[in-house]
Structure formats: structure tokens, C-alpha cells
Nanobody
Framework: QVQLVESGGGSVRTGDSLRLSCVPS????????MNWFRQAPGKEREFVAS????????NYADSTRGRFTVSRDDVKRTMYLQMDSLEPEDTAVYYC?????????WGQGTQVTVSS
């Protein structure tokens, strides 16, 4: 099984920043695409950002583009989501996702709460 360990969530105020981390258990990420999703209670899970491990090519949801930055550290084998200018609307459980060889794996989620 592929395990995804997430960390970095917390409770902050509007305008603050957080950095989420996701560490996958697999040895090689060269062919992987990794994503961040989020889900608020009573709402559908939505896409946040993605990164191709090999090329570092990224894409973002319209709601987070310009405020969030997804990156990866190949040495540490870790994906990050730098979240700046946080808004109450960003409050959700954030999930790390890994796509590899037609398979999709999910982390347990980390709570981000932004108060006004």
C-alpha cells in the first residue's frame, strides 16, 4: 500500500499563511502526479492544485491561483502547499493525492481553519 502522510494544518486568522506537507511512502516519484484537494463539511471535494513530479509542471484552481503555491522537493521526497493570504473560504480538510499507473492514493487529510 502507498501511504501519504500529511502535516501542517492548523487554525489561523484571515491573511495568515500555512505550509502543508505530504510525504509518500513509495521509493520513486518520477512518474507520479501529486495533487491537493480540499473538502468542507457538507460540500463536495474540490481540486486545489497539482504538480507533475518529473517536470514540476503545476496547475491551480481559480480560487487558489496567486495565493497558493504547490512545489516538490525531490531530495526530501515531499510535496508542499504554501498557502498565503488565507481566507475563511479556505477552511476545509486538505487531502494529499497521488496518481501513479492508473491508481489513485489518498492521505488522511489535515484540517485548515481560517477565522475572520
Amino acid at each position: 500500500q502507498v501511504q501519504l502522510v500529511e502535516s501542517g494544518g492548523g487554525s489561523v486568522r484571515t491573511g495568515d499563511s500555512l505550509r502543508l506537507s505530504c510525504v509518500p511512502s513509495i521509493s520513486s516519484l518520477a512518474m507520479a502526479t501529486m495533487n491537493w484537494f480540499r473538502q468542507a463539511p457538507g460540500k463536495e471535494r474540490e481540486f486545489v492544485a497539482s504538480i507533475s513530479w518529473r517536470t514540476a509542471n503545476t496547475n491551480y484552481a481559480d480560487s487558489t491561483r496567486g495565493r497558493f503555491t504547490v512545489s516538490r522537493d525531490d531530495v526530501k521526497r515531499t510535496m508542499y502547499l504554501q498557502m498565503d493570504s488565507l481566507e475563511p473560504e479556505d477552511t476545509a480538510v486538505y487531502y494529499c493525492n497521488l496518481q501513479l499507473e492508473s491508481s489513485s492514493y489518498w492521505g488522511q487529510g489535515t484540517q485548515v481553519t481560517v477565522s475572520s
